[in-house]
């Protein structure tokens, strides 16, 4: 059974860096093909992919934020984490992570954890 | 960036009717289409990769279809349990990006 499940700060303020953790069971990130993603979402909006990272350690990024964002894994406790830098108001949102695979052509987000409230305000 | 557009922004149905939602990318993805479903307080599901496959455990009435730059969902018969947002996601390449979302209600 996969499940993930996000942690974070809950709130902080302007300028400071957010750093979120994605724990998961069911697969691991040394399979090949996996890939876990973060993906953000603002109250009573649309979804925005942000950042993922595969079984071999390539990365990829959202440039909408620009140099902002790292993403990192520990294969050997199933988590991955994503800090960002210099938050604003902008970045208050529910922060999901998500399985994500090839499968047929393309990448999904297959399994979602529950997501975290993150507000930044001072 | 791979823009997605979606149609219509929101739509009501009645019990049983089939129901489309539309997904219009920006350029050719390849059949490199998701569509997830979001309930109010939840995390998004997916229903549809690759297009057309059904993801396990999503019910049958769930289709989607498309090529090119142009992708649909299919909901035949709508049920109660159907109401949320759907979404629809591009895999093709970076950044992935997701469209505007569709609002559906049972009428």
């Known amino acids: 059974q996969v499940t993930l499940k996000e942690s974070g700060p809950g709130i902080l303020q302007p300028s400071q860096t957010l750093s979120l953790t994605c724990s998961f069971s069911g697969f691991s990130l040394s399979t090949s093909g996996i890939c876990v993603s973060w993906i953000r979402q603002p109250s009573g909006k649309g979804l925005e992919w942000l950042a993922t990272i595969c079984w071999e350690d390539s990365k990829g990024y959202n440039p909408s934020l620009k140099n902002r964002l790292t993403i990192s894994k520990d294969t050997s406790n199933n988590q991955a984490f994503l800090k960002i830098t210099s938050v604003d108001t902008a970045d208050t949102a529910i922060y999901y992570c998500a399985r994500t695979a090839t499968v047929v052509k393309g990448w999904y987000f297959d399994f979602w954890g529950p997501g975290t409230m993150v507000t930044v305000s001072s | 960036d791979i823009q997605m557009t979606q149609s219509p922004a929101s739509l009501s149905a009645s019990l049983g009717e089939t129901v489309s939602i539309e997904c219009l990318a920006s350029?050719?993805?390849?059949?490199?289409l998701a569509w997830y479903q979001q309930k109010p307080g939840k995390s998004p599901q997916l229903l549809i990769y690759g297009a057309s496959s059904l993801q396990d455990g999503v019910p049958s009435r769930f289709s989607g279809s498309g090529s090119g730059t142009q992708y649909s969902l299919k909901i035949s018969g709508m049920q109660p349990e159907d109401e949320g947002v759907y979404y629809c996601?591009?895999?093709?390449?970076?950044?992935?990006?997701f469209g505007g979302g569709t609002k559906l209600e049972l009428k």
């Open positions: 350029e050719g993805i390849s059949n490199s």
């Open positions: 996601q591009q895999g093709y390449k970076y950044p992935w990006t």
